[in-house]
């Protein structure tokens, strides 16, 4: 983490003016976040520029607790007689709550700046060069008359955050990302098949500049070529082995959000009342964490220091994640997962880098006695949902691989998993020894109507009894 | 000059050929709760999205800052990427048919006057609704929000609504022993009066009941009747996209090729009614100031057109029917449905029941993606 020199110094008297004013309101507390977003996203279809749009955002949310009753109020506006009224707007609407019982939250009080490493500020780089990065990736999609349609997504992101409370904390954290994002659809006699997939990475221009794309979206268009011309599978319950992207959206969205202190608080979780109790085999040791290859996220937008949480330790629940609130709440620490999509929203607790640890299997291990299962493959999946109140999901996952006899055999498409969250991790039996964590500049997870960048993955994991479903 | 008119002579000034300039400002009342309010929010938002041609570049440029002189750095940048950007040969021009339709109610000014205290109050009666019926509020969200847009472009001067939205989901828990269910309940409305709070409230917990001693059943080919609401939200997944010229016309959609054809049986009217008193995208023109009208996308089985904004439109030479729609100021116009509709037919729900020897009535779904993998949540009839 390379730390940043202060700007904003204007800014910053300002903001400790609107703290200053809060406490001479009489608020028990007030934090109050500035950030300024740049996106850049730059879409090419079938060969040709569809849209190059540059945005920035910015502004500041304030928030206050009076007689134990909270208000937040934001605004683009930032000039000093628009934030005075953006405090009042706070304290207006703390104040309609009436009183509550005071709570203690636990705020940690630090002072730092940080950002995340980059060599090449991709906001600075020319239009003409990014473009053509785009339109090449694009034209090398185009491999044979069977793909219909192509679409390649450059985006750049340069997230600037200052928090300042009344505390006296003051958290600065820059990240920058950049990505590539690509679909191909293929039409064969069978079926049309749409095959989509991103990379992106917490870096500079530089992690766009020194890759292949052209080969990366060459590589998408075969697979949907032969997705397209693949079978579909017969629904049943087969062991699988899951790829490292699909156990990374499984386990965020099915288990993870179960382990969010708010979810847990309300008792909206599978997870309640669980910690102590096995909730998966004794192979699997899942965390959230701050880590190299995931979304940089040393300090949450509540100033708190993200800790690596061990969320199951070889099956057993040990804990849940926290922002100051939940953790109030459950009598718990807050664990550096109060984040907000921006500073119109209130931070609510969200998973960081969530995924499980490897162990000691090889891909090859993890498939050699199985003699009817699937691959399960995360390229091209499209989602699904969950419902973190009786712990199901169903995901639509890419094109996939059987496997027979120990080894892969055909692809099939439009494999769908199902099941109970508890269940299946409890049929886990081996871990592979890889590791692959990921993070999207394209998209992030949705809650509560905000959007956070997140971090998935894990290794390759052998699952015994998976629902799977075809069409 | 207004801002907007100012930015759409900035642009041309610098050498564009052709500019665009959307506005948006914004107010919203958030209101999060699960047994009591958790967050009340007020949020004042907006920015300015400026889109420059020169000749076929086209290029698009937003600010949240929205003073003299962010529009006029907004300005130069959008002018500047357009310049280097590569052609679209497909392009033509930006929309030259400004105008407004007979939209109305869109716009419920006693929004303007609601005090936060009210908000407080409808929260609280909604919440002590669900304890009624022995159900736990878990999760529950009320918004509020007025959005003033202005348009114009450089073959119209501004063009300006406001409109407003209220919005409000409930979940509500049920624990019997062993059992438990949540059960929710939604409602979006332009109209303040309208939000009955309460009678939302009180039908997440009757959902919840509902559901509490359901049984899980076997995979079987069984005749379904959906509730209307979950049909409408499945229909809006499924078609939204295929049914848009845009869809059409990159080869991705299913409806290629196949206006005039019968597609659906000859009970299936779908209309996309962009002037629809009362509907949540009800407005008098679209966002690219495009007067909105009726569209049938579907009658009587046959599919009888798409839906178009500018762009598409010029390609296939025909009119737009003011489908353009923006996800924010900061994003190019997509052709969308307005308000998709299914007209009704003559069956009532209690006939189609009533014919129906074993079946299954869909109450409500989850997960409704592009391939419809649903979950069912059902009760069963027999």
């Known amino acids: 983490m390379a730390s940043i020199k202060g700007e904003f110094l204007e800014l910053e008297s300002d903001l400790h003016s609107i703290l200053d004013k809060a406490e001479s309101y009489g608020v028990s507390y007030a934090d109050i976040r500035y950030q300024e977003y740049y996106y850049e996203s730059i879409l090419v279809e079938n060969k040709v520029l569809k849209n190059y749009s540059s945005r920035k955002f910015s502004g500041v949310g304030i928030r206050v607790i009076i007689e134990g009753a909270m208000g937040y109020a934001s605004t683009c506006n930032i000039a000093p007689e628009n934030l005075l009224k953006t405090l009042d707007n706070a304290i207006n609407v703390a104040k309609a709550l009436g009183k509550r019982e005071k709570k203690t939250l636990d705020f940690e009080v630090n002072r730092a700046e940080v950002r995340s490493k980059f060599k090449v500020d991709p906001i600075n780089v020319s239009p003409e060069e990014k473009t053509a990065i785009a339109l090449d990736a694009n034209k090398a999609a185009f491999i044979g008359d069977k793909i219909k349609n192509a679409l390649t997504r450059l985006g750049f992101s340069k997230d600037n955050r200052l928090f300042m409370s009344t505390n006296g904390a003051k958290v600065r954290v820059e990240t920058i990302m950049s990505g590539l994002w690509h679909e191909s659809v293929a039409k064969s006699i069978m079926a049309m098949e749409r095959v989509g997939y991103s990379e992106s990475k917490c870096s500079g221009f530089e992690f766009i500049s020194s890759n292949d794309w052209n080969n990366f979206s060459l590589e998408l268009s075969k697979l949907a070529i032969e997705a397209s011309e693949a079978g579909t599978s017969s629904a049943g319950t087969y062991p699988v082995v899951v790829d490292p992207e699909v156990i990374g959206l499984l386990l965020h969205e099915a288990f993870g959000h179960a382990s969010e202190g708010d979810l847990v608080s309300t008792r909206e979780s599978v997870l309640f009342g669980k910690v102590g109790e096995k909730v998966a085999s004794d192979t699997v040791t899942i965390v959230d964490d701050n880590v190299e290859n995931g979304y940089f996220y040393p300090y949450d937008d509540e100033g708190t220091e993200k800790k690596k949480v061990v969320v199951v330790e070889d099956g057993i629940l040990k804990g849940y994640l926290h922002d100051t609130y939940s953790a109030s709440k459950l009598d718990s620490k807050p664990t550096g997962n109060g984040r907000a999509q921006d500073f119109e929203n209130i931070p609510i607790v969200r998973q960081t880098n969530y995924f499980m640890l490897p162990k000691d299997y090889s891909f090859e291990e993890l498939i050699e006695d199985i003699d009817y299962g699937i691959y399960v493959g995360g390229k091209g999946a499209t989602g699904g949902q969950v419902d973190v109140g009786m712990g199901t999901f169903t995901f639509s996952v890419g094109p996939s691989k059987v496997i027979r006899n120990g080894k892969l055999a055909e692809m099939v498409r439009g494999v769908v998993i199902s099941g109970l969250i508890l269940d299946t991790l409890k049929t886990v039996d081996a871990v592979g020894k890889d590791l692959s964590i990921r993070t999207n500049v394209f998209g992030g997870c949705g809650k509560m109507g905000q959007t956070v960048r997140v971090g998935f993955g894990g290794p390759h994991v052998r699952v015994q009894k998976m629902i799977v479903g075809g069409r | ?382």
């Open chain 2, 1 to 382: 000059m207004s801002l907007v008119e100012k930015a759409v002579k900035r642009v041309l000034d610098l050498g564009a050929s052709e500019s665009e300039a959307y506005l948006q400002s914004e107010k919203i009342l958030w209101i999060e709760f699960d047994e009591k309010i958790e967050c009340f929010k007020v949020i004042e938002s907006g920015g300015i999205g400026l889109r420059a041609a020169l000749d076929k570049k086209i290029a698009m440029y937003s600010t949240s800052v929205t003073d003299d002189n962010s529009v006029n750095e907004a300005a130069e940048k959008v002018v500047k990427i357009a310049k280097i950007a590569p052609e679209d040969p497909e392009w033509r021009n930006f929309n030259m048919n400004f105008g407004k339709s007979s939209a109305e109610g869109y716009y419920d000014k006693s929004i303007e006057n609601i005090e936060y205290g009210e908000v407080v109050e409808k929260v609280k009666l909604a919440l002590e609704k669900v304890k009624e019926y022995n159900a736990k509020p878990v999760r529950g969200l009320l918004t509020i929000s007025i959005t003033k847009t202005i348009i114009a472009n450089c073959y119209s001067e501004e063009f300006e609504r406001i409109e407003t939205l209220v919005s409000a989901v409930v979940r509500a828990k049920i624990e019997d022993g062993q059992y438990k269910s949540i059960g929710s309940e939604h409602l979006e409305t332009r109209f303040w009066s309208r939000m009955d709070l309460e009678d939302i409230a009180s039908n997440a917990a009757k959902n919840a009941i509902k559901f509490l001693k359901a049984k899980p059943i076997e995979s079987c080919r069984i005749p379904v009747i959906i509730r209307n609401d979950v049909f409408a939200s499945i229909l809006s997944t499924i078609l939204s996209g295929p049914i848009t010229a845009d869809w059409v016309q990159k080869g991705r959609s299913p409806l290629s090729g196949k206006l005039e054809t019968r597609i659906a049986c000859d009970k299936f009217t779908l209309i996309d009614n962009g002037i629809l008193y009362g509907g949540i995208r009800t407005r008098p023109f679209d966002d690219e100031g495009h007067p909105t009208q009726k569209t049938y996308v579907i009658k009587e089985g046959v599919l009888e057109k798409y839906l178009y904004d500018t762009y598409t439109s010029i390609k296939d030479r025909v009119k737009s029917t003011g489908n353009a729609l923006r996800g924010g100021y900061w994003q190019h116009p997509q052709v969308a449905p307005s308000n998709l509709i299914l007209e009704q037919g003559d069956s009532s729900p209690e006939e189609m029941i009533k014919e129906t020897q074993m079946g299954l009535l869909v109450e409500d779904v989850i997960g409704d993606s592009g391939y419809l993998i649903l979950l069912v949540e059902m009760l069963m009839q027999q």
